[in-house]
């Protein structure tokens, strides 16, 4: 079933220039963007209205079989039409028209309509097609991960706001297809849909409420509570929360950019949102014996396993992100003879689905994260690090393009394909309390343990975070739990005995490393 038989998009003009028809009472989600023009589609772009309205006689239309009635008027030059089957009908209309324009009120000269119909129009809007709209409006700014994010925030909420409310068990169904087909402009505009998808789809844009209807305080909070939890009242992961409230928020804030509601509804919600939990916890970073354990693991996990040691090391001794690893080309590391070398990179290759990007292609290179597009970042190589890529380059050699890190036939390594080595690699390697641990349980943690050892190190916060491609608040308040402080931990326990237990500490004929004294009533 095409795609049309869904959601109505018209495939002609609704009004045609030449003989001046125009259908006046076509809601404006349905008017084409070629009739909408600019003043519907820019970002802030204001109505053009005016007062030079001329409202015509009605005209019949005689025809062999009967006879209809049209009503004709023109704003600003422009004609506009409508015809009917019956002259009351085409009288009530004119008199609709009259009754506008005698209580003075602009029309819009790309409609043809009263300002007040416009109003009218702008808030029957559904939450449907508003984040249908929203979807496409901020599309050609996303990356592909944020896209397919987004469409599944937009596609959580627009289930919740349905009336009647759809069974979880059809959830999951409706949930999909609004993912892939209703909020992906793509395949929107070229997939093909089975029957069941369409009838479903078809049903959501039939019963999804208006966006005025967000006014309703349940309304409101059945909308912010289906980005906390699912549809059978498990709660979402902290991230997967933000996601989705960050996706409600930008389709209410483009719905009053619209004119569609006068204000956020959710600031009226006053649950405290689950806190993100930002900070590393030091039980997943490794230390360097069992880091070099574990890439010697890697080395005998079949055919794949050699062509990742090299990764995983960049991983763990220069804190690159698996993204920016795999977007690493020959060109851009300094490997000398001798000492430390240096990698200097400015993009990475997070894996899209091909659904979501541009040109239909998975992994498209992109600019780093934080930083702006071109601007490249520089970390230190260590000469055990220098040692694994001249190893990896000579055993290996580079794709065509210059990438380290390839498959057998040349392609990008799926993130799927090192994240399985790595857990085969853990469970040889590793302990059973080792295995069932954090410690180092996916490849970004290796990342961790690299800040975590700079830091350590007495290496100066500003300079971690210029490696890491962190600022240094982001930095300090993520890394501070995995800092070694043992010396300064071991300092701070005898203070605390020394004050605890005066009478051991003046035994031992030591004195309190502290220069004040609490009394038990302070």
């Not at 023009?37 to 005209?59: F, T, Y």
């Not at 959830?171 to 609004?178: D, E, G, P, T, V």
């Not at 000579?394 to 390594?413: K, N, V, Y």
Request: charged fraction near 25%; glycine fraction near 6%; hydrophobic fraction near 40%.
């Amino acid at each position: 079933m095409p795609p049309d038989r869904a959601i109505r998009h018209a495939t002609r003009s609704d009004v045609d220039r030449r003989s001046g028809d125009c259908d006046d009472r076509r809601s404006l989600q349905t008017i084409p963007r070629t009739v909408r023009g600019r003043v519907r589609q820019e970002k802030g772009a204001n109505p053009v209205l005016s007062l030079d309205v001329r409202i015509w006689a009605i005209a019949p239309i005689k025809r062999a079989k009967k006879t209809t009635y049209k009503v004709r008027w023109g704003v600003a030059g422009q004609q506009f039409g409508k015809t009917y089957a019956s002259k009351q009908l085409a009288e009530s209309r004119r008199s609709e028209l009259l009754a506008a324009q005698r209580r003075g009120e602009s029309f819009d000269c790309e409609l043809g309509l009263p300002e007040s119909e416009i109003r009218a129009m702008r808030t029957n809007v559904t939450w449907y097609q508003n984040a249908i709209e929203f979807m496409d409006t901020v599309w050609p700014a996303l990356a592909p991960g944020s896209r397919r994010k987004l469409a599944e925030a937009l596609a959580t909420v627009t289930v919740a706001l349905t009336e009647p409310m759809i069974d979880p068990v059809d959830h999951a169904f409706a949930f999909r297809w609004l993912v892939n087909w209703s909020f992906n402009g793509r395949n929107r505009l070229s997939a093909i849909q089975d029957e069941e998808a369409a009838s479903a789809v078809e049903w959501i844009a039939a019963h999804s409420l208006p966006m005025s209807a967000l006014t309703d305080p349940q309304l409101a909070r059945r909308a912010y509570n289906s980005t906390t939890t699912d549809s059978f009242g498990r709660p979402y992961a902290v991230n997967t929360y933000r996601n989705k409230k960050k996706g409600l928020n930008g389709a209410i804030r483009y719905a009053i950019e619209m004119g569609r509601v006068d204000a956020n509804p959710l600031d009226r919600i006053s649950t405290i949102p689950p806190k993100r939990k930002s900070a590393v916890d030091r039980t997943v970073v490794i230390s360097p014996a069992q880091a070099r354990s574990l890439l010697d693991g890697v080395r005998g996990q079949g055919p794949t396993g050699p062509r990742l040691v090299a990764f995983f090391a960049v991983l763990y001794f220069a804190g690159l992100r698996p993204s920016e690893a795999l977007a690493l080309r020959i060109a851009d590391c300094h490997l000398p003879e001798q000492g430390w070398g240096n990698l200097r990179f400015a993009e990475s290759v997070p894996y899209a689905n091909a659904a979501w990007t541009d040109d239909g292609q998975t992994s498209p290179r992109q600019s780093l994260k934080h930083r702006a597009r071109g601007q490249s970042r520089t970390v230190p190589a260590c000469p055990e690090l220098v040692a694994h890529l001249k190893a990896h380059v000579e055993a290996f050699g580079t794709a065509s393009d210059g990438r380290l890190f390839f498959r057998l036939d040349g392609g990008p390594i799926r993130h799927a394909t090192y994240a399985k080595i790595w857990a085969r690699t853990r469970a040889q390697v590793l302990t059973p309390e080792q295995f069932a641990s954090p410690l180092a349980r996916r490849p970004y943690d290796l990342r961790h343990a690299a800040v975590s050892t700079w830091l350590s190190a007495g290496v100066p916060a500003p300079q971690v975070a210029e490696w890491a491609g962190h600022s240094v608040e982001m930095l300090l308040s993520t890394y501070a739990k995995c800092i070694d402080g043992s010396d300064q931990e071991t300092r701070a326990h005898r203070r605390i005995d020394a004050l605890l237990n005066p009478a051991d500490e003046a035994a031992s004929g030591g004195e309190p490393e502290t220069g004040t004294q609490m009394g038990h009533g302070d």
